[in-house]
């Protein structure tokens, strides 16, 4: 097993585990393309062109994790650290399968993210959700809850800003997010 595929060990377990069989990983370049259908399947995330999935995962898979079942991608989230925010993760996307949805699957992706080594520093967690998006508000306000902090929503991209329709942008931020000694 090179150190990529490697299970993804957990700073803290606050998380109940209702699916012991999931394994968490560090995403490559080749799970791009398995996002980008992974994506296209779910019907309810927006796609981005599968270049971006790739991309994403090359330059930061330290900061990208997969979720497998038996071999098969039950679940996903790209995110990286803002150059100008050290002290910041910022979710680009999560992805849950419908199998698995509503076990907890999205937490431990975000709890499993916060462990990585890439994010020893990060004390908050960002990501921009539309209105429309109650799945990943009720997401981040959830970690906010599990990590006992808080989550404030915040103006970020209004849809005036996009150049074809699409719903204004509210920045998720949590935190700060402090981790016991390990």
Same mark, same amino acid.
């Given at each position: 097993m090179n150190d990529s595929a490697k299970p993804i060990q957990q700073k803290e377990a606050n998380v109940p585990d209702q699916n012991a069989d999931i394994i968490y990983r560090a995403a490559t370049a080749t799970d791009g393309g398995e996002m980008w259908k992974f994506v296209e399947a779910a019907g309810v995330l927006e796609q981005n062109p599968s270049y971006a999935y790739i991309l994403l995962c090359q330059h930061f898979g330290d900061t990208c994790l997969v979720a497998e079942r038996d071999g098969q991608m039950v679940g996903f989230v790209l995110a990286y650290i803002?150059? @100008?925010?050290?002290?910041?993760?910022?979710?680009? #996307?999560?992805?849950?399968?419908?199998?698995? @949805?509503?076990k907890g699957v999205g937490l431990r992706l975000l709890r499993h993210l916060m462990a990585l080594p890439a994010c020893r520093n990060v004390h908050y967690l960002e990501a921009s959700v539309t209105p429309?998006?109650?799945?990943? #508000?009720? +997401?981040? @306000? !959830?970690? !906010?809850?599990?990590?006992?902090? $808080?989550? @404030?929503? +915040?103006?970020?991209?209004?849809? $005036?800003f996009f150049p074809e329709p699409h719903e204004s942008e509210h920045l998720y931020r949590v935190g700060p997010i402090e981790w016991p000694e390990a």
């Open positions: 803002p150059p @100008r925010q050290p002290d910041t993760i910022f979710v680009w #996307q999560v992805g849950v399968s419908k199998k698995v @949805r509503g429309s998006n109650k799945p990943s #508000q009720n +997401l981040f @306000r !959830a970690f !906010a809850k599990r990590s006992n902090t $808080e989550c @404030r929503k +915040l103006p970020f991209f209004p849809s $005036e």
